[in-house]
């Protein structure tokens, strides 16, 4: 299969690119670099391009698209042109995938489409967005359900819907990597308020192993969650972590977060989830494998 990634170089996609061409397929990552992280390696044969330059004839040749360029940021969604940003990308990147002959494009999407809802959910679950970022990817799923009825010839346009991936590479700011961090350094582990609110965490490997069983069956799904299928609270998160780790302390901060709590998807695809301490080998000060090395 020949595909093309956009976000090639982000912490999804370039694991992505990775195990795909581990499995013999052509890959083309292609990525703006405007987010980058010293911790994560390039790929190999990285295409440094804005994804809004694409043309419909750039995707010629192409078997499947999969769009995972973003900016990821929920609070910086609030901000001006936050919102404006990611549905412009993704509008622009589904106009290009009709005008050409791709025969695939799966875009991106995110737990946050379902705001405070309590699980198990289902792809069906009723939207209820709580910030600009998630509604975003509302506006992108509803796009895709626009244009999808109008592709012919076998052409397919899928939703991925993915849940808190956390693993080696990701970026520092997220909450496994800032606790991990924060235990290495022998600062406390902060969270917010009581530390109640439920993440589905969805190790990076099996997240890629969902996205490639995603790719190779016959058709994509309309929409499909990609998480473990189990929640854990964000003060259990940090208890697995100063056990594992032999150390830490914490300490509360108001609850001021515009994260909203999440609940595990009742359809994963994914094997049997890793626990959040197979993170512990891999946090930056204690373990080498987390920098740079050869790129796939």
Known sequence: MNLLITGGAGFIGSALTQALRIAGHTVTPLDNLSVTSRWRPSPKGLTVRDVRSLT???????DTVVHLAALKSVPASFEVGGFEH???VDRHMIHTFVGSTARRLLLASSCEVYGEQT???AESAPYAPRSPYATGKVATELLAGIYRPRLEGGRQL??????NTFGPHEDPDAVVPGFLDAVAENRPLTIDGAGTQAR????IDDAVTMLTRVLAAPDLLPVVNCGSGHAVSIRDLADAV???AG???LTHAPHASTRSPRSPPTRPCSPAPTGPSTACPWTRPWHAASRPGPAP
């Not at 419909?56 to 192409?62: E, F, W, Y």
């Not at 899928?158 to 849940?163: K, L, M, P």
């Not at 589905?200 to 190790?203: E, G, K, N, R």
């Open 86 to 88: 990611n549905v412009a």
């Open 200 to 203: 589905d965490l969805t190790y």
């Open 119 to 121: 699980g198990p959910l």
């Open 56 to 62: 419909s004839r750039d995707l010629d040749g192409v």
């Open 242 to 244: 100063i056990r594992t």
């Open 247 to 249: 150390r830490g302390t």
């Open 158 to 163: 899928g939703v991925v819907r993915f849940f």
